[in-house]
């Protein structure tokens, strides 16, 4: 096979992987209905508690914030996972395509 067949063969892998990641990405920022809805439904649960007067409602609330923060937590160091790999193929694109205009 020749250069510039494996050139285009690597091109097309790389687009094609930066369609996929960013499907990922949108995917991934589309679902974050789930975690509001994780947060309502906390906050729902902490406030019948104090209302029914539970005998531990503090720790359920305070079990139940902590849940949800470390929720958030991940869903970000996710997306910002997901945004990186992005990056950083697209940086390879432009260095690939600068070198192909070089020669």
Do not use: Y
Not at 46 to 63: G, R
Not at 77 to 96: G, W
Request: glycine share 0%.
């Amino acid at each position: 096979m020749n250069p510039t067949h494996n050139k285009l063969e690597s091109r097309k892998r790389e687009k094609g992987q930066k369609q996929l990641l960013e499907r990922n990405l949108e995917a991934h920022r589309s679902r974050k209905w789930i975690i509001n809805l994780i947060f309502a439904v906390s906050l729902l649960v902490a406030v019948l508690c104090f209302c029914f007067q539970v005998p531990q409602a503090v720790i359920i609330t305070v079990t139940l914030l902590f849940i949800c923060t470390i929720i958030k937590i991940i869903h970000k160091a996710l997306d910002k996972k997901i945004e990186l790999r992005l990056k950083r193929i697209k940086q390879e694109q432009r260095k690939s395509i600068f070198k192909m205009n070089k020669f």
